[in-house]
């Protein structure tokens, strides 16, 4: 069966740090660009960061940078997503997803990505 795993999430207070991981069974990770994206409640689901086949870029949404780092481990089959200085609006559930391509990658467009994970649930609240 193919599936990615999402794992990592739970109740953090602002300022606080997470480490999500995202392993993939039945397939090979390294074939695929991934992406972690998120979902608040009543509004869409957006891009958070995705990174390449090769590990070798990634891209960022704004709300991202500088406070979050995606690497992946091939050898592993699992992508990871850390998350530092975690604030209230970073609230949400987490989702990761793979895309063979071709893609317009620079865009980490949820459209873009075929192969998806259950999401792991994110808050922050003091």
């Known amino acids: ?3 990615l795993v999402e794992s990592g999430g739970g109740l953090v207070q ?13 397939f090979t990770l390294s074939y695929y660009h991934i992406g972690w994206f998120r979902q608040a409640p009543g509004k869409e689901r957006e891009g958070v960061s995705c990174i390449r086949r090769s590990g ?3 891209v960022y949404a704004d709300s ?16 990871y997503l850390e998350l530092n200085s975690l604030k209230p609006e ?3 559930v987490y ?19 075929d192969r998806w994970g259950q999401g792991t649930q994110v808050t922050v609240s003091s």
């Open 14 to 26: 602002p300022g606080g740090s997470l480490r999500l991981s995202c392993a993939a069974s039945g």
């Open 95 to 113: 989702y990761c997803a793979a895309a063979r391509g071709p893609i317009m990658f620079g865009l980490c467009s949820p459209a873009d990505y």
């Open 90 to 92: 970073d609230t949400a």
């Open 64 to 79: 991202a940078k500088g406070r979050f780092t995606i690497s992946r481990d091939n050898a592993k089959n699992t992508v």
């Open 56 to 58: 070798s870029s990634a």
């Open 1 to 3: 069966q193919l599936q």
